[in-house]
């Protein structure tokens, strides 16, 4: 995960544990809240069915081989071991990139062709400016679309090339939702029940009005949200994309997210925390905030020193649905293991490795076979008895499936540096538009801007 660095040292403690398990452009699918369900991992079972795999491979044999994986996530060594543990003849090293350098590598090593991996991890914030590339194997005509027959159709589908061909897999879903201590949950809203504040905070009109007696209640001291801008989380990929046919396209959604926004910010609901800074953090665990829009894998911001915050927390559905984040799995095309490469990536999008990753990271899996199977009996520390499941099955569903392209994260990124402003300034909707013409104009010269 690409770490804010104004996280305060208040939550040193809390991040120390869980550094390692998140991930994301903003975020993404990594280690997450701790899992009570109790239940253990599937015992190993061998990768090779019963007749040689569409990738070439004999099922008949054991597995063996070398393969080198690059990601710029320490989470993705957990699925590794789990496959070596399945094929003890396989050896899977993972060379673990940080930050921005990752980019830049990746895209030297597949353009020269020295030193390139087997395995390539593509982060959702950036898989568009790759997904399209030469250099990535077609899954495809590996196989792969058995592999996500039964996935959520928008995991799918960022994994796919302009081509529809398949490119990349992702094992995880990353979905998002209204988090909250039940104790405050029932000092402001009267219940702590997820399904009844579900409805309580089902459309954004609701959300203002409730957040105008939270702050009422309070005196102005206590907050509904953390920011006006989770708005702008859940709702990003609820729109269309940003560039059609060669042309800037700004969604007229666009105009009543920003102008809600507005009266958000205007209303006193959001206490003005930005995601991931120490104040965040500090009100998600102590309650000075009532809702926190967060992504699943997010848990290891809560602080659970000796287990104080077992039971403590429930989630409810935002809105609509949204997601944040994603790691996909993808092959290097030049790959000379490309067959042993390939059943990495087959365990990586199996029930088994993704019921295990649930159970043992909390990740909301990839493909709707594991949110079924587990709807009623995965329970997580956090949560205690609430069927968290549920609320993140049926917002993943909603969530449109649109397939990454190279404009779409830096576009959007623009207009969430532009909308911020303006909410701060007070700006009007025109000005705020005006500001961001010009600069995806500045930034892609060759579209066309209006």
């Given at each position: 995960?690409?770490?804010?660095?104004?996280?305060?040292l208040?939550?040193?403690?809390?991040?120390?544990?869980?550094?390692?398990?998140?991930c994301?452009?903003?975020?993404?699918?990594?280690?997450?809240?701790?899992?009570?369900?109790?239940s253990?991992?599937?015992?190993?079972?061998?990768?090779?069915?019963?007749?040689?795999?569409?990738?070439?491979?004999?099922?008949?044999?054991?597995?063996?081989?070398?393969?080198?994986?690059?990601?710029?996530?320490?989470?993705?060594?957990?699925?590794a071991?789990?496959?070596?543990?399945?094929?003890?003849?396989?050896?899977?090293?993972?060379?673990?990139?940080?930050?921005?350098q990752?980019?830049?590598?990746?895209?030297?090593?597949l353009?020269?062709?020295?030193?390139?991996?087997?395995i390539?991890?593509?982060?959702?914030?950036?898989?568009?400016?790759?997904?399209?590339?030469?250099?990535?194997?077609?899954?495809?005509?590996?196989?792969?679309?058995?592999?996500?027959?039964?996935?959520?159709?928008?995991?799918?589908?960022?994994?796919?090339?302009s081509?529809?061909?398949?490119?990349?897999?992702?094992?995880?879903?990353?979905?998002?939702?209204?988090?909250?201590?039940?104790?405050?949950a029932?000092?402001?809203?009267?219940?702590?029940?997820?399904?009844?504040?579900?409805?309580?905070?089902?459309?954004?009109?609701?959300?203002?009005?409730?957040?105008?007696?939270?702050?009422?209640?309070?005196?102005?001291?206590?907050?509904?949200?953390?920011?006006?801008?989770?708005?702008?989380?859940?709702?990003?990929?609820?729109?269309?994309?940003?560039?059609?046919?060669?042309?800037?396209?700004?969604?007229?959604?666009?105009?009543?997210?920003?102008?809600?926004?507005?009266?958000?910010?205007?209303n006193?609901?959001?206490?003005?925390?930005?995601f991931m800074?120490?104040?965040?953090?500090?009100?998600?665990?102590?309650?000075?905030?009532?809702?926190?829009?967060?992504?699943?894998?997010?848990?290891?911001?809560?602080?659970?020193?000796?287990?104080?915050?077992?039971?403590?927390?429930?989630v409810?559905?935002?809105?609509?649905?949204?997601?944040?984040?994603?790691?996909?799995?993808?092959?290097?095309?030049?790959?000379?293991?490309?067959?042993?490469?390939?059943?990495?990536i087959?365990?990586?999008?199996?029930?088994?490795?993704?019921?295990?990753?649930?159970?043992?990271?909390?990740?909301?899996?990839?493909?709707?076979?594991?949110?079924?199977?587990?709807?009623?009996?995965?329970?997580?520390?956090?949560?205690?008895?609430?069927?968290?499941?549920?609320?993140?099955?049926?917002?993943?569903?909603?969530?449109?499936?649109?397939?990454?392209?190279k404009?779409?994260?830096?576009?959007?990124?623009?207009?969430?540096?532009?909308?911020?402003d303006?909410?701060?300034?007070?700006?009007s909707?025109?000005d705020?538009?005006?500001?961001?013409?010009?600069?995806?104009?500045?930034?892609?010269?060759?579209?066309?801007?209006?």
């Open positions: 995960m690409k770490t804010k660095k104004w996280l305060g208040s939550m040193t403690t809390v991040l120390a544990a869980g550094m390692l398990a998140a994301g452009s903003n975020n993404n699918g990594g280690n997450a809240s701790p899992s009570a369900s109790g253990a991992p599937s015992s190993p079972a061998s990768s090779a069915g019963a007749s040689p795999s569409a990738s070439g491979t004999d099922a008949s044999k054991p597995l063996e081989g070398n393969l080198v994986l690059w990601t710029y996530f320490d989470g993705v060594k957990g699925l071991e789990q496959f070596m543990a399945k094929n003890p003849g396989v050896k899977v090293d993972v060379q673990i990139f940080p930050g921005d990752y980019q830049t590598k990746l895209m030297s090593a353009q020269t062709g020295k030193e390139a991996p087997d390539l991890d593509l982060e959702r914030g950036y898989i568009g400016k790759f997904i399209d590339s030469k250099y990535l194997a077609d899954l495809s005509s590996m196989g792969a679309e058995d592999l996500v027959k039964d996935y959520i159709p928008y995991v799918q589908a960022l994994g796919r090339s081509d529809d061909k398949l490119r990349a897999i992702a094992d995880t879903s990353s979905p998002g939702g209204f988090w909250y201590l039940k104790d405050t029932k000092k402001y809203l009267g219940t702590d029940d997820p399904d009844q504040i579900s409805d309580m905070v089902s459309s954004w009109d609701k959300i203002i009005e409730l957040g105008k007696k939270v702050a009422q209640d309070s005196g102005g001291k206590e907050h509904l949200m953390e920011n006006a801008g989770d708005l702008f989380d859940i709702e990003a990929y609820n729109t269309q994309p940003w560039v059609q046919d060669g042309k800037l396209n700004i969604d007229p959604k666009w105009k009543d997210i920003y102008e809600t926004q507005l009266k958000i910010r205007q006193n609901v959001d206490a003005k925390l930005a800074s120490a104040g965040w953090g500090n009100a998600l665990n102590d309650g000075s905030v009532v809702l926190t829009a967060m992504p699943a894998w997010a848990g290891f911001m809560i602080d659970n020193k000796d287990d104080k915050a077992k039971g403590k927390y429930g409810a559905k935002t809105p609509d649905g949204y997601y944040s984040g994603g790691t996909y799995h993808a092959i290097y095309d030049k790959s000379k293991n490309k067959d042993l490469a390939y059943e990495f087959k365990f990586a999008a199996s029930e088994e490795w993704q019921k295990y990753n649930l159970d043992t990271t909390g990740n909301m899996p990839g493909t709707s076979k594991v949110f079924e199977a587990n709807m009623t009996t995965y329970k997580n520390a956090f949560t205690g008895d609430q069927n968290v499941l549920q609320p993140f099955y049926d917002m993943v569903k909603s969530i449109p499936a649109t397939k990454p392209d404009y779409g994260e830096d576009i959007l990124s623009t207009w969430r540096k532009v909308a911020s303006g909410v701060t300034n007070n700006k909707y025109d705020v538009v005006a500001s961001f013409k010009k600069e995806v104009k500045n930034t892609f010269p060759e579209l066309k801007v209006d």
